[in-house]
């Protein structure tokens, strides 16, 4: 585990290297750098980020979520979601603030509704 700190005072908790390949859910109380490969779900009350290069077989819950690998499973994210321009995500996903590079690649349906706490939505108010 590596602890380093960004701009904004957010903490990196854990940085899952290239080489390294899980089989099974990864729940994180901080922040997460994937490079390598997650054969399973994330649960993450921070940000969860993946690399160009990176593979999730599986649902990604999140804070925030800044996304540049190839990603199959659904992701529910409470605040902010980028998909970058090397990323792929093939599944569903739910954010209050959507962000698609040019490049990027989405198979899915999208909603938009205000997520109130991971694993649960609320209806949009009109």
Known sequence: MFQS???KGNKMSSILGPEIEIKGDVKAKGSLLIYGKVLGNIISSGTVSTANGSYIKGNIESNEANLSGHIEGDVEVKKKLILGNKSHLSGNLKASILTIEEGAK???MCNMAKVESI?????AEK
Do not use: L, V
């Open 5 to 7: 700190e960004n701009n």
């Open 106 to 108: 989405f198979d899915g």
């Open 119 to 123: 694993g649960s939505t609320s209806k």
